[in-house]
């Protein structure tokens, strides 16, 4: 039996996918909370910072739900099997340099999104780029980079676990 129409093989991969888009989801609101309450709500954030309103938070959950998937389908059907046989320095080295540069291409299009949700503008306005400037030579940017690092290393967590003990293992052991 088929599930969506999909093969076998495509719905094992996407049932072991859609762990990192729930890890990614989970972490986000884990973050946004505590950012709202550090920050005192959202709107005494920095103005380096997006002001969250419900169309940016839809925005922005979906964005790092659908970056949780795509780790996860760019870890398991291809980072995974092109480091199988290498050491684990060179495993380290190469997926750090790989996710490093995925995660600032990430926020450097996703960033722009959210300031011309923000601004109810144009991605085309100056005033967009300007914030993404502003960013990226904020506290703000690197707290992002932190956030991003957490979800990113929960989830390579998880595959590793899951992949040598089995995800059944796994799940059972977690529940």
């Known amino acids: 039996m088929t599930w969506l129409g999909l093969s076998p093989k495509a719905q094992r991969n996407a049932l072991r996918i859609l762990p990192f888009g729930v890890i990614w989801l989970l972490t986000s609101q884990v973050f946004l909370i505590s950012d709202y309450a550090s920050a005192g709500g959202f709107t005494n954030v920095p103005d380096t910072a997006i002001t969250v309103d419900p169309a940016i938070y839809v925005?922005?959950?979906?964005?790092v739900t659908a970056v949780g998937l795509l780790v996860g389908a760019v870890e398991l059907l291809f980072l995974d099997r092109r480091f199988a046989d290498r050491s684990l320095g060179a495993k380290l080295v190469g997926k750090t340099l790989f996710y490093g540069l995925f995660l600032a291409l990430v926020v450097l299009v996703t960033f722009p999104v959210a300031a011309a949700l923000e601004m109810d503008t144009a991605l085309t306005d100056p005033r967009v780029w300007?914030?993404?400037?502003?960013?990226?030579?904020?506290?703000?940017?690197?707290g992002t980079a932190v956030q991003l690092t957490a979800s990113l290393?929960?989830?390579?967590?998880?595959?590793?676990?899951?992949e040598h003990l089995g995800p059944h293992v796994l799940t059972n052991f977690l529940t």
Do not use: P, Q
């Open 59 to 63: 925005f922005a959950t979906l964005a």
């Open 130 to 142: 300007e914030r993404l400037r502003g960013f990226a030579f904020s506290l703000t940017s690197l």
């Open 153 to 162: 290393v929960a989830s390579l967590f998880y595959a590793e676990i899951s």
